[in-house]
């Protein structure tokens, strides 16, 4: 709005083009508060890309005070976090290696100096073609008062018709190139041969004449040339000017309307907010997964502690069965051995038949006997016994 007041000439003065270029400069100016926080403070991710040039504060150190938070600028190399949105800014890590949150992205203020130049550029051009209008007015006025030309023609265009086709597009520029005063020949062209006629553009109205006056009549490949003066002469072409996708899309969104922009806004922060549920929900998820497997490789542990005392038992009981039968199989075998011994003995004793003594020792038994005899007998009486 500074701009268009300061620039504005007085209303009966500005050509229509011009209220209508200041119109647009207010509805633009209006529009300008409409323009999204988010993206101009760094909130939103998509509003950034690598390679710009923000401010961020600086993250903050462990131990330090909070009155130590300091800025920086430059351009940005990577994204340290996954969320779209951040209410305190997106944070990111610059190419010089500070990590911070975007406070203020900083193409905001070059996109509203690019808006400036192409205004003032705007402004320019029309001024320019007002200027070229009244001039060409003016000269159309001249000519027709002084020469007696017709309004409406052209005033330094010569159209020439009745050119052969089967001569070459270059042979029919070349006819008219080396003629005084001519500035341009234009041979429409289709289906790669031209069209039989051309329009050849001079620097003034004396040019147009001389070269209607030359080739008028003219022979040119066994046909007549027909030259006259052109309805119209050719309109200048408006510069555009040059714009990227970035640019682009940035005068896109500035053409919609503070209700569209809000809802747009809206909707972003809709989706946004929808898009952090989703994150939230899937890292739950996939906390719960985690923590899940966790719980099954503990349990899986404690099965095989279990299966393995379960192991150590079954061996510990099959070692003493084993010892015990071997032990009882030792017995039954001693036992057996034994038994086979007795019968050995008493088999032999058996086969030796009764005892019998030699005649010889029955004096000697005799004896024996009646000594036990006394000895018994004394016994019972209590007197000891003599020999």
């Known amino acids: 709005m500074a ?180 500035k341009n020949v234009r041979v429409p062209v289709r289906g790669g041969s031209h069209m039989g006629y051309m329009f050849i553009e001079c620097a003034d109205g004396d040019g147009m004449r001389g070269v209607i006056e030359a080739l008028h009549g003219r022979e040119f490949h066994g046909k007549a040339l027909v030259a006259e003066r052109a309805k119209e002469d050719p309109k200048p072409k408006k510069k555009k000017p040059k714009t990227d996708a970035a640019s682009a899309k940035l005068k896109t969104k500035k053409t919609k309307t503070r209700a569209e922009l809000e809802a747009e806004a809206a909707a972003r922060r809709i989706l946004d907010a929808r898009a952090q549920m989703e994150a939230d929900a899937l890292l739950e998820l996939e906390r719960a997964k985690r923590r899940r497997e966790r719980e099954l490789e503990v349990r899986e542990r404690e099965l095989e502690v279990q299966r393995a005392l379960d192991l150590d038992r079954e061996r510990r009981a099959r070692n003493l069965l084993e010892r015990r039968a071997a032990a009882a199989q030792a017995r039954a075998e001693r036992a057996r051995a034994a038994a086979d011994a007795r019968e050995s003995a008493l088999s032999a004793a058996r086969a030796l038949g009764d005892v019998r003594i030699d005649p010889s020792w029955r004096p000697r038994a005799d004896a024996l006997r009646e000594t036990l005899a006394r000895l018994r007998v004394d016994a019972d009486d209590g007197r000891p016994s003599r020999s």
Do not use: C, M
Request: charged share 35%; glycine share 8%; no cysteine.
């Open 3 to 182: 701009l268009a007041a300061r620039r504005a000439p007085p209303r009966a003065l500005v050509a229509p083009r011009a209220r209508a270029r200041l119109a647009r400069a207010s509805v633009r100016a209006s529009r300008a508060p409409a323009v999204d926080d988010d993206a101009r403070f760094g909130r939103r991710r998509d509003a950034l890309a690598l390679g710009d040039v923000v401010e961020v504060r600086l993250v903050r150190r462990p131990g330090a005070s909070a009155g130590d938070a300091a800025t920086a600028v430059g351009e940005i190399s990577d994204f340290v976090t996954n969320s779209s949105f951040h209410a305190d800014g997106i944070k990111v890590r610059l190419k010089s290696g500070e990590i911070g949150r975007v406070t203020r992205a900083r193409w905001d203020d070059e996109d509203d100096e690019d808006e400036v130049h192409e205004d003032e550029d705007e402004y320019e051009d029309e001024d320019e073609d007002e200027d070229e209008d009244a001039r060409q007015t003016s000269s159309s006025a001249a000519t027709t008062s002084n020469g007696g030309e017709r309004a409406g023609e052209a005033l330094r265009t010569a159209y020439v018709s009745g050119v052969s086709k089967s001569s070459s597009a270059a042979d029919v520029k070349a006819l008219a190139s080396g003629l005084p005063g001519v």
